[in-house]
């Protein structure tokens, strides 16, 4: 079933989309934390809006997107977090910014539906390069293959 959240302009600890229907968010408000736990599920952002965030921590599943978009087609509202990436998977996006300084990647198996600034989507550069560790007790060295990523 649909749902909406009325924030008023306050700042919130979780807010997470638990639920098949969309979740309208209006006002614009801050969020330590977004999230969903289920797959397909939708967030629709009110126009003129925009979401400040910590943690942006949604992702749909192969066959199950989670569709991000605005109350208006072809007018965007915002999502804004300060600095870091963001990395989602199995979006749907339409009428979106992503901004604030943070690095928003919806990734290669996301859909840029249309009108959308800010989202990356093609794939996070990883490379591997391995990770040096010194033991200092017998003068080894370790090496392991843990990924690096570098934006």
């Known amino acids: 079933a649909a749902k909406t959240f009325a924030g008023g302009g306050g700042t919130y600890p979780v807010l997470n989309n638990g639920g098949a229907g969309a979740l309208t968010i209006s006002g614009s408000n801050t969020f330590d934390t977004?999230?969903?736990?289920?797959?397909?599920?939708?967030?629709?952002?009110?126009i003129g809006t925009t979401q400040t965030v910590n943690n942006f921590n949604v992702a749909g599943i192969a066959g199950s997107l989670v569709t991000i978009n605005s109350s208006t087609a072809a007018t965007a509202a915002t999502l804004s977090k300060a600095s870091g990436t963001v990395y989602g998977s199995y979006l749907s996006i339409r009428d979106s910014t992503a901004t604030g300084g943070a690095t928003w990647y919806a990734g290669p198996t996301s859909t840029n539906t249309s009108n959308n600034t800010g989202w990356i989507f093609s794939q996070l550069n990883i490379i591997t390069l391995g990770a040096l560790t010194m033991n200092t007790t017998d003068g080894g060295i370790t090496i392991s293959d843990a990924p690096m990523i570098f934006e």
């Open 34 to 46: 977004i999230s969903n736990s289920v797959q397909p599920t939708t967030f629709t952002f009110t």
